[in-house]
């Protein structure tokens, strides 16, 4: 009798399920199951690679990049004494029509509404040319200010870049204000060991310290890979080596342009940075066969390599 019935139940449950009623397959570990867990595992154990669109001065340069498949965004930044913060390169009060303000405030209504953009890296140019007290409005404090209104509640993080300023103010200002968020970083450029040092007894917790090293023609100085320092690729190697010992963040290298793909596989491959900042050498971005080249040879280098690398996400963690 009880084998009986156990048939019975059992024959009930299979018509059941073929009816879906009880919704087994979502409750059995089928092969549903484990193609889920095995996509988990793999998506933990591959890479994911930043794509960091070049000197980002416009609305329509977000526009390009994004569409182009830019997963970040690079902007520089100038301060003017009398109308603060600018996404500007060259310092002049009439060489961009974009305010910090409004190119920020448009990046994070591009996150709103689902494009995946994780970070903007701020290229800061001139981080101590006002006082906080005497021209607040064109201060690092009003900068950082101004992307923890904008950006970060949208979801964006800040990485403030110190290049060849890392004895600024504005830098000490920055290693102290990011202690308490989470969503903000810093990124010195030069070779590994002189940048750990520029880091020491900072205070700052090894993920959101980063570190980039570059030219914007990248093949100058790039060397082999193989050389124990000194050259754009082996240092980033080394950078890499401090990253995996818990000593550094994310490594990033610039600046690639079309033709340059060769290079962007020794840094991906060998050097295994962890983004690259791609566009023009020298211009500002746009949508143009040159930018989109330099984007695919990032993307073309995580295809081929997808069981170890993929392209980073919106909901990836980057420090």
């Not at 961009?96 to 448009?106: G, I, K, N, V, W």
């Not at 040092?197 to 030219?215: H, S, T, V, W």
Request: glycine share 8%; charged share 25%; with cysteine.
């Amino acid at each position: 009798m009880p084998s009986l019935l156990a048939t019975v139940y059992r024959t009930v449950f299979l018509v059941l399920c073929a009816l879906n009623i009880l919704g087994c397959a979502a409750h059995s570990p089928g092969r549903h199951g484990h193609h889920h867990h095995r996509q988990q595992r793999q998506q933990q154990q591959q890479r994911p690679i930043y794509a960091i669109a070049h000197r980002v001065l416009s609305p329509s340069a977000v526009t390009a990049a994004l569409s182009h498949g830019a997963n970040a965004i690079e902007v520089d930044l100038t301060a003017q004494e009398k109308t603060g913060w600018w996404a500007d390169h060259s310092g002049e009060a009439n060489s961009t029509d974009s305010t910090a303000q409004e190119l920020f405030t448009y990046i994070a209504n591009e996150r709103r509404h689902g494009q995946n953009v994780t970070f903007v890296w701020l290229d800061i140019k001139n981080p101590d040319l006002c006082d906080p007290k005497r021209n607040p409005e064109c201060s690092i404090e009003a900068l950082r200010d101004l992307t923890r209104k904008t950006l970060q509640p949208a979801g964006v993080k800040a990485l403030y870049g110190f290049y060849q300023t890392a004895d600024s103010r504005g830098f000490k200002v920055m290693s102290e204000s990011i202690t308490n968020n989470g969503n903000e970083a810093v990124v010195l450029s030069g070779k590994a060991s002189e940048v750990a040092a520029q880091y020491k007894n900072k205070g700052i917790e090894a993920p959101r310290m980063l570190m980039d090293d570059g030219f914007p023609q990248m093949e100058r100085n790039f060397g082999n890979c193989q050389e124990p320092g000194n050259f754009t690729c082996a240092e980033l190697r080394n950078a890499s080596e401090m990253r995996d010992q818990g000593q550094l963040g994310k490594i990033m290298g610039w600046t690639s342009t079309r033709g340059d793909s060769k290079l962007v596989d020794m840094l991906l491959g060998t050097a295994r940075v962890d983004g690259i900042i791609y566009g023009f050498q020298d211009k500002e971005y746009r949508n143009d066969p040159v930018v989109r080249e330099a984007f695919g040879d990032i993307r073309s280098f995580v295809v081929r390599h997808s069981d170890s690398h993929r392209m980073a996400a919106a909901d990836d963690v980057p420090w």
